[in-house]
């Protein structure tokens, strides 16, 4: 009787524990995932200029508004003249802190600064084709220039543009689009290479080989797995990058392809895994019944086995993807990590996690640059997200029979 | 057994609390820092703790007051002096050490010597073939470091003058990466930290005179002030605590503190 009552209690308390560690392990996602939204939905509320600059320019300047992108072409000097951006024909004179500063002397500007509004103001009203750039805290009333509006950063620059720049001075580039495509790229190409091989390892696997063989080379596979993917990026850099350079006669070897390969590499345990446990889920029945029909070794498996196992088969691919998405650091070393659009695979590109894990670091928290990489991050997320849940779904259909 | 170890952890931490000097920032200075701190702990018997991050982070630390000094490879600027300042504090710097840029290529190519326009020009994208500068017709490959690395800043405001890199430029996670892909790609171009240019890639005789002197990167050259693109290395804390500071500051800038300079790979300032 105690002894009954004691496991009834036993049994209720770890009820409630696995209840408990499940419901926190949800919550943590659902938090962790409100928390990325969240410091990145901030970035379409800020500024395109610098946090705490403005731009001005002159008063007699008609120029209402610039875009980010021509604020940039105007400051490394690719735009020249007012007339490019929509105004009169007078050449832009782009003027920084440092230049005003520097004009000068430690006494003219004061040693808290309490000249320096004064002779901003006088060295805008002096050019007529100034755009300066500067803190806001330095305008006072008596100000000569005129202050271009601030605008935020739209949905349509950051989807849409195509430059990537996010420490650039005044205005930083925030065009994900290269990214976006750089990640998507990488990705399919290192599915379409993983998915022969995965595919002929596992009927090799469930099928052909003895159990032997098995028992070596499936261990053996699934230790690929467990290598650290920093091993791999330096296996890639070292031997596959100049492998491609030297194949395709590049310029460069740090490509897109380099990192499919690697990418390819990392993902085969898993395709192999999942496949070949899914191929011997096929009942024996099923195997003899074929092959007392006459079907050949090789007619049982691609007539039988393989639409028995499809579903599994496409959750190894679906896995094998979301593996590859989500890879950083073998990916950061190989590819190059230019952000430019890819149109062959033999360009080097710039994937999502790669820039993360570059620039997280160092960006100052809470900056545009931050909520820019916090965006990246949802984005990556909704990804991964679409393609689970296509894999859930995959693996419920109904077995072709 | 269990109070024993609480009771020990919090002496330590206080103790630590107490005496410690925290360092923070540029990972550049970072193995530098960490090899005085070690040192210096040896003779003086007080804890340094020396933690990387990045320049930024290293002054955004000092403006919060959650570190004693910030370690910086580029000088303070100007927003953040004025974030220093609105918290009514007062940056000190003192310069430990200079570093200097080799601007490195693939052995195989002829080009041995290039001015600061023409550097400009290739890593802005407006140079894409090596026979523009007098090499070999093949394709420029410029290799960057990160964005955020603060050698890509010292490198952008110095040589390509405050403009901004080619949108298709290749960026490399590490200094040791950019001499891998220099040492393996022909058309390669790239910089790096004078300390580890190796002889598995060419150094470029740079001039900062329009093309009238081209001067070797090498140790002397840096330290005569020669060879232009050199950037010091610095301590910033506030003026506050200079007194807490001073003896490891001091320390660095003495002659054992120096020669430590050295043998890290960095230039010592006499």
Known sequence: MFNKKRNRFGETLVEWTLRLSGGTTTLVIVLISIFLFTEGWGLFKSSTVEKGYVLCVNRSNKIQNLTPKQVKEIFDGNITSWKQVGGDDIPIEPLRMDDIASQYTEEEIGANFEHLPQKLSEAIAAKPGALAFFPEQFININFLGRVLPAETITLKEYFGGKEWFPTATPAAQFGVLPLILGTLWVSIAAILIALPFGMAVAIYLAEIANNRVRKILKPLIELLAGIPSVVYGFFGLIVIVPLIRSIFHLPVGETALAGAIVLAIMALPTIITVAEDAMRTTPLAMKESSLALGATHWQTIYRVVIPYASSGIMAAIVLGIGRAIGETMAVLMVTGNAAVIPHTLTEPVRTIPATIAAELGESAMGSVQYQALFMLGAILFVLTLGISIWAEIIRKEPKVQ | ?270
Request: glycine share 10%; proline share 3%.
């Open chain 2, 1 to 270: 057994m269990k109070r024993i170890l609480i009771s020990f952890a919090l002496v330590a931490m206080l103790a630590s609390m107490v005496s410690a000097q925290k360092v923070k920032g540029s990972d550049t200075c970072l193995p530098l820092v960490q090899k005085e701190a070690e040192s210096y702990m040896k003779k003086a018997g007080t804890k340094v703790t020396v933690t990387g991050g990045g320049s930024g982070i290293g002054f955004a630390a000092l403006i919060e007051g959650t570190t004693d000094i910030a370690m910086a490879s580029r000088s303070i600027k100007f927003d953040e002096k004025m974030k220093m300042q609105n918290g009514g504090k007062a940056a000190k710097s003192v310069v430990i050490a200079k570093d200097a840029l080799s601007i490195v290529v693939n052995p195989s190519n002829k080009v041995t010597n290039l001015t600061r326009e023409q550097l400009e020009g290739i890593f802005t994208g407006k140079i894409t073939n090596w026979k523009q500068v007098g090499g070999a017709d093949m394709p420029i490959v410029a290799y960057s470091r990160e964005t955020t690395s603060g050698t890509y800043e010292f490198f952008k405001e110095h040589v390509l003058k405050n403009k901004n890199y080619k949108s298709g430029i290749l960026s490399m996670p590490a200094t040791g990466a950019i001499i891998q892909s220099v040492s393996q790609t022909k058309g390669a171009i790239g910089y790096v930290g004078m300390a580890y240019a190796n002889s598995s890639v060419k150094e470029i005789h740079v001039s900062y005179d329009g093309g009238k002197t081209f001067v070797q990167p090498t140790k002397a050259n840096a330290k005569s002030g020669k060879y232009p693109i050199v950037r010091p290395l610095f301590l910033y804390y506030e003026a506050k605590s200079e007194a807490k500071v001073k003896p490891f500051i001091n320390y660095i800038l003495s002659e054992e503190g120096q020669t430590i300079v050295d043998k890290v790979g960095y230039l010592e300032l006499k």
